[in-house]
């Protein structure tokens, strides 16, 4: 049988991405969505990109843009007036920008197109809806007024992990958010940035940012049996680098 799976913040940890698919044991009939954030933290973005570009050649993949996609299409493009340099590179972003200096024009290209073919959000057959960060439209993804905000926002997550759930779906004081799909697969914001955590289910909403591109692990679920993997801590990985936790 073909398996849906998804996968958490990679953050450009390679190594974590090809531990998991190991683990995970892919085959080339199961289909894999990937929630963003591919780049930015640890020292192989251009290798990561890389790897799920050939990847999707071979396997049936959806891939969800995340806000650091979008910053670092914005920096090869060289769309400074939309980045600040300095916050970016706070968070992640001067290990990508070190780890392009070896990066050829041809390759760069490549990476452009890839980045510009991102979704913002998937939504499968059984009303499942797959978005990097929320929406904050009480109608939902197709309605949302500002697209950013499908790989900015956190407001869902806050909403879904501090809802008392006591609160029954069907009374009016239940988010309408929380009752428009089936179930939510986010990432974006992490679940633990100091140690190794498992996905958080909370309210309809999943959460599979384990934390990678700090001190956790990358995560992939298989959406309908809600098994799940898990790479070793990612500074284990990459034991001379900070990712980022500097």
């Not at 683990?23 to 640890?42: E, H, M, N, P, S």
């Not at 790897?51 to 920096?75: A, P, T, Y």
Request: hydrophobic share 40%; aromatic share 12%; net charge negative.
């Amino acid at each position: 049988m073909s398996r849906t799976l998804v996968i958490g913040d990679i953050h450009g940890g390679l190594k974590a991405v090809i531990q998991v698919l190991e683990r995970a044991k892919i085959k080339t009939k199961d289909t894999i969505i990937f929630l963003g954030d591919y780049v930015d933290g640890w020292s192989q973005s251009p290798e990561v990109l890389d790897f799920l570009i050939e990847l999707s050649h071979k396997q049936n993949c959806v891939f969800i843009k995340g806000n650091h996609d979008e910053l670092l299409l914005d920096w090869l493009e060289k769309r400074h007036e939309n980045l600040n340099e300095e916050m970016w590179f706070k968070h992640g972003g001067k290990a990508t920008v070190e780890a392009y200096f070896n990066v050829s024009n041809e390759v760069k290209q490549k990476h452009i197109q890839f980045l510009k073919s991102l979704q913002n959000y998937y939504l499968d057959t059984h009303n499942r809806l797959f978005v990097h960060a929320g929406f904050t439209n009480m109608n939902g993804v197709q309605s949302e007024f500002f697209p950013k905000l499908l790989y900015w926002d956190r407001t869902l997550w806050e909403v879904a992990s501090c809802l008392d759930e006591s609160i029954d779906r069907n009374s009016p004081f239940y988010p309408k958010r929380l009752k428009i799909y089936e179930e939510i697969y986010i990432g974006h914001s992490p679940i633990s940035k100091t140690e190794k955590a498992a996905p958080l289910f909370k309210n309809s909403v999943w959460n599979l940012d384990t934390g990678a591109a700090f001190k956790g692990a990358l995560t992939i679920m298989d959406v309908d049996s809600k098994e799940f993997w898990q790479s070793e801590i990612l500074p284990e990985l990459y034991p001379n680098e900070l990712g980022r936790n500097d």
